[in-house]
């Protein structure tokens, strides 16, 4: 009850008008206090910037080119694993599907189908197998990798509230994760199908992928599905998929058998991207 309570102001917030001007002033280019706005950024959320490919501030012509900034090469490597970590940020929830519902927090739960947009024979793929919530904190790096090679089936945009994604309102908002506004991406891999769910939420200005670019805005107001049977895109284990333009959370799907978590992986553990996440089975 308290964190409902907690997060019950979220509810009467104006979340896509403050989303809307979230993206709008990130993309501005005010020089110098745009450089101002990404120094105190940087200071407020303790943002590493000895690990960016460009540690220059000055240089960020607007938030949005600071925030999806990119690596130096080499402070990510991959581990000798089939599955590594696609993301720099935290474990909200990880572990097996219940028949078809995921857990979020203690006393809620939500369900493959309505995380993917409704469409049952797709969530009926992963009936019984794995999934991962990972969240990526302010401060984080915001470039989403694949964590393990697959071809791209469709990717599915699900129009949906803003709500934050941080563990307290994980644990205050049933179904968060399927509630939010979100790009869900379908691979076909060696180990079988698998979904990259990007969730939107409160002042995420936008989410892009490598193929297709920026998804959100348009917000679009009905589930809208692209299709890639036509097209080879294939991307290798640890290859970038996507960025969020200011951060948020992704919801990874795999089906039954197709993987043993890392040992060492528990609820709210910090992780980086590249590092060991699972074995095949």
């Not at 019950?8 to 110098?32: D, E, I, M, S």
């Not at 024979?121 to 697959?150: K, V």
Request: a positive charge; hydrophobic letters at 45%.
């Amino acid at each position: 009850m308290s964190d409902f309570i907690a997060v019950f102001p979220q509810y009467l917030l104006p979340k896509r008008a403050l989303t809307v001007f979230g993206g709008w002033v990130a993309t501005r280019r005010w020089g110098k206090a745009t450089t101002c706005l990404i120094a105190w950024f940087v200071k407020r959320y303790d943002v590493n910037m000895n690990e960016a490919a460009n540690t220059d501030l000055a240089s960020y012509t607007s938030f949005n080119d600071f925030f999806i900034r990119a690596l130096r090469p080499g402070v990510r490597p991959l581990a000798n694993a089939p599955f590594v970590c696609p993301v720099d940020g935290a474990i909200s929830q990880f572990g097996a599907i219940q028949a078809d519902q995921i857990f979020q927090a203690k006393g809620h739960a939500y369900s493959t189908t309505a995380l993917v947009g409704g469409d049952k024979a797709l969530a009926s793929e992963f009936l019984d197998g794995s999934f991962a919530t990972l969240y990526l904190s302010p401060r984080d790096y915001h470039r989403i990798h694949m964590p393990c090679a697959g071809r791209l089936r469709s990717m599915v945009y699900v129009p949906g509230d803003l709500f934050s994604v941080n563990p307290k309102t994980a644990r205050g908002v049933p179904g968060l994760f399927a509630r939010n506004e979100r790009v869900v991406c379908v691979f076909d891999t060696e180990f079988g199908p698998l979904v990259m769910a990007l969730v939107g939420a409160t002042v995420v200005g936008s989410m892009a992928t490598v193929w297709h670019g920026v998804v959100n805005p348009p917000r679009l107001p009905q589930v809208t599905k692209w299709h890639y049977d036509e097209s080879d895109i294939t991307l290798l284990r640890g290859e970038e998929l996507g960025r969020f333009l200011l951060g948020s959370t992704v919801v990874m799907l795999f089906s039954k058998g197709a993987l043993d978590w890392n040992a060492k992986w528990q609820a709210t553990l910090p992780v980086r991207m590249g590092e060991a996440m699972a074995q095949a089975q």
